[in-house]
């Protein structure tokens, strides 16, 4: 139980809010009081929420005195100044990915953080989904034997441009290894660490697209363990996206994207079957046996919910709130981490100037 709840407020009311934020912190009332949003032109948080009080500007809300915890939701190009600001006035923060555009950035982040002793943390939330945590139990177990390689893909098929027409635009933290890619380096570095080198193709490939819109990039890791991330825009025909290989086996599973969709339907965290996955999305098990045979089985990830990062963020905030000091060890996401995954971006980018493999 919290010591205090955390008056929280989030700086837009579109998607995320309504599918990846709103519903997990309103699942944990003993942690946080959702009090506010930001709406420029709209008042469609009213809906929900009667009594919140709707900011107009990300400004307006950084300069309130009865909000602990900002959400920064908004446009990738606009984290780093608006989580700069919130820190600036004291508040707690939450940052979508991307983190920042640049490790650079997120390194003025997190010294502020520090300096304020406020909490930061960056909403990797695929870190919670069943199929991970399923993945993470075949490699913490040892399931494969050692590991030789694997293959972590996000692949969709929209070849037309992007309705919301600031993630077409070249800005800083925009393109897929932003908004895709970092969601799969992010779970690398999760499940293995952080690799020794990178090597990378970046491009563009739809023929009117002024982002770069497919990304492949390997990772390297001790042990000649090599990890390929992929993501494109034009796969019509959608593979598997988690595949690892070992001496003794593989591990084979289709994206099944549960918590969205059923969020989209207008399930709720808390409903009967939410974040639980049937056979028809489970994963493929292939191990040696003792007779040199192969068996293969489903393998079925656990129920899954986002509601353990912002339950982890509320323990944060509080002992952060009691102790005058944050453990970053509370953190659902340490922003080391996502600074991390920034090197690693940096690193791929050059790569692809370089032509070459990048020690990191």
């Given at each position: 139980m919290s010591l205090n709840r955390i008056r929280t407020a989030?700086?837009?009311?579109?998607?995320?809010?309504?599918?990846?934020?709103?519903?997990?912190?309103?699942?944990?009332?003993?942690?946080?009081?959702?009090?506010?949003?930001?709406?420029?032109?709209?008042?469609?948080?009213?809906?929900?929420?009667?009594?919140?009080?709707?900011?107009?500007?990300?400004?307006?809300?950084?300069?309130?005195?009865?909000?602990?915890?900002?959400?920064?939701?908004?446009?990738?190009?606009?984290?780093?100044?608006y989580a700069r600001k919130a820190l600036e006035a004291g508040k707690h923060v939450v940052i979508d990915k991307p983190f920042a555009a640049t490790s650079e950035e997120a390194e003025i982040l997190i010294d502020i953080a520090k300096k304020k002793n406020l909490v930061l943390t960056v909403f990797h939330n695929r870190r919670w989904e069943g199929e991970l945590i399923a993945m993470k139990q075949v490699v913490d177990q040892k399931l494969l034997g050692k590991l030789i390689d694997g293959e972590f893909r996000f692949e969709r098929f929209k070849n037309k441009p992007n309705p919301k027409a600031h993630k077409e635009m070249p800005l800083p933290g925009n393109g897929l290894m932003y908004e895709l890619c970092t969601h799969l380096i992010d779970q690398a570095l999760f499940l293995f660490g952080m690799p020794k080198a990178v090597f990378a193709d970046i491009c563009k490939e739809r023929e009117f697209s002024e982002i770069d819109d497919c990304c492949s990039v390997t990772l390297y890791y001790e042990n000649q363990f090599r990890l390929l991330i992929k993501s494109a825009l034009l796969v019509a025909d959608i593979g598997p996206s988690y595949i690892l290989n070992g001496h003794k086996g593989s591990f084979v599973k289709y994206r099944a994207n549960i918590l969205e969709e059923q969020l989209v339907k207008g399930m709720r965290p808390g409903d009967e079957n939410f974040g639980k996955e049937d056979e028809t999305t489970a994963a493929r098990l292939t191990t040696l046996q003792p007779d040199d045979s192969l068996k293969t089985v489903k393998y079925m990830s656990p129920d899954s919910s986002y509601t353990g990062f912002y339950q982890q963020l509320g323990e944060a905030i509080n002992s952060a709130e009691t102790s005058k000091c944050v453990d970053a060890k509370l953190l659902p996401v340490e922003p080391d981490d996502a600074l991390k995954g920034l090197r690693i971006i940096e690193a791929a980018y050059e790569s692809v100037k370089q032509g070459k493999v990048i020690d990191l």
């Amino acid at each position: 139980m919290s010591l205090n709840r955390i008056r929280t407020a989030i700086c837009s009311y579109g998607y995320s809010t309504r599918i990846f934020h709103e519903p997990y912190i309103a699942m944990l009332p003993e942690y946080f009081d959702l009090r506010a949003f930001v709406e420029r032109h709209n008042d469609n948080s009213r809906e929900l929420y009667p009594s919140a009080h709707i900011y107009r500007s990300c400004e307006e809300l950084f300069a309130a005195e009865d909000i602990d915890l900002v959400v920064v939701n908004t446009p990738s190009p606009t984290h780093f100044d608006y989580a700069r600001k919130a820190l600036e006035a004291g508040k707690h923060v939450v940052i979508d990915k991307p983190f920042a555009a640049t490790s650079e950035e997120a390194e003025i982040l997190i010294d502020i953080a520090k300096k304020k002793n406020l909490v930061l943390t960056v909403f990797h939330n695929r870190r919670w989904e069943g199929e991970l945590i399923a993945m993470k139990q075949v490699v913490d177990q040892k399931l494969l034997g050692k590991l030789i390689d694997g293959e972590f893909r996000f692949e969709r098929f929209k070849n037309k441009p992007n309705p919301k027409a600031h993630k077409e635009m070249p800005l800083p933290g925009n393109g897929l290894m932003y908004e895709l890619c970092t969601h799969l380096i992010d779970q690398a570095l999760f499940l293995f660490g952080m690799p020794k080198a990178v090597f990378a193709d970046i491009c563009k490939e739809r023929e009117f697209s002024e982002i770069d819109d497919c990304c492949s990039v390997t990772l390297y890791y001790e042990n000649q363990f090599r990890l390929l991330i992929k993501s494109a825009l034009l796969v019509a025909d959608i593979g598997p996206s988690y595949i690892l290989n070992g001496h003794k086996g593989s591990f084979v599973k289709y994206r099944a994207n549960i918590l969205e969709e059923q969020l989209v339907k207008g399930m709720r965290p808390g409903d009967e079957n939410f974040g639980k996955e049937d056979e028809t999305t489970a994963a493929r098990l292939t191990t040696l046996q003792p007779d040199d045979s192969l068996k293969t089985v489903k393998y079925m990830s656990p129920d899954s919910s986002y509601t353990g990062f912002y339950q982890q963020l509320g323990e944060a905030i509080n002992s952060a709130e009691t102790s005058k000091c944050v453990d970053a060890k509370l953190l659902p996401v340490e922003p080391d981490d996502a600074l991390k995954g920034l090197r690693i971006i940096e690193a791929a980018y050059e790569s692809v100037k370089q032509g070459k493999v990048i020690d990191l």
